[in-house]
């Protein structure tokens, strides 16, 4: 157990659709990722916060936005959703942000776009 | 690009060592983390390096040439338990904590 809690663990839901997913980063942990893992594309980095500010950001979609609040939650908003945003969405953590912080990643969820 | 090379698949023996090799762009390298990762389970960390040499840890142990942007994970006494993906990730200068991943490589361990 990383220590990275995601919720929900699964869901289904229709194109068009809106879904949130949630991530509590380890106890500590100012640094949040967020990566989607599909089959033909392996796992690509979304976006990163750090102690609520976007820190880094890769190849996220326009639909998609990410915020990370006070205690430090951070949940992953995808929108419009398509038959392609089917994957799994994992959350890490790490402790300063900074280079050398190794990244725990929480056990995803698994999204569905039927 | 930042492309990161390692191979698709391996197989080995129960109670074999098996290499898996990593090859990635050299400028603005600042890290390289190796993660075992099960089937449709999260990603563990095994090991990170950031200077040239072996890191051991027990059964895994894993190496870095930075000047030739070369590492690999060494897996020894094989178990059946170690079938799983293995990804290499880089993280490169100013690009806060950000990871990219290779495609990961299968490894199957047959008895």
């Known amino acids: 157990d990383s220590g990275v809690t995601q919720t929900p663990k699964h869901l289904i839901t229709a194109t068009g659709q809106r879904v949130t997913l949630r991530c509590s980063p380890r106890?500590?942990?100012?640094?949040v990722y967020w990566y989607q893992q599909s089959l033909d594309q392996g796992l690509q980095f979304l976006i990163q916060?750090?102690?609520?500010?976007?820190?880094a950001k890769g190849n996220i979609l326009e639909r998609f936005s990410a915020q990370q609040f006070p205690d430090l939650h951070s949940e992953l908003n995808l929108s419009s959703l398509e038959l392609g945003d089917s994957a799994l969405y994992f959350c890490?953590?790490?402790?300063?942000?900074?280079?050398?912080?190794?990244?725990?990643f929480g056990p995803g969820t698994r999204l569905l776009v039927l | 690009g930042q492309n990161i090379d390692q191979p698709t698949e391996m197989t080995a023996t129960e109670g074999a060592i098996v290499q898996i090799n990593c090859t990635y762009q050299?400028?603005?390298?600042?890290?390289l983390f190796w993660y075992q990762q099960h089937a449709g389970e999260a990603p563990t960390f095994l090991s990170y390096n950031v200077l040239d040499g072996l890191e051991e840890k027990g059964r895994f142990s894993s190496f870095l040439s930075r000047s030739k942007g070369y590492s690999y994970l060494l897996l020894k006494e094989l178990q059946m338990k170690d079938s799983a993906s293995y990804l290499c990730a880089v993280r490169w200068d100013n690009q806060g904590g950000k990871l990219i991943f290779g495609q990961g490589t299968e490894l199957s361990v047959k008895p």
């Open positions: 106890s500590g942990d100012l640094s």
């Open positions: 050299t400028s603005g390298f600042n890290g």
């Open positions: 890490a953590s790490s402790g300063r942000g900074t280079w050398t912080e190794t990244q725990y």
């Open positions: 916060y750090y102690n609520g500010e976007e820190r």
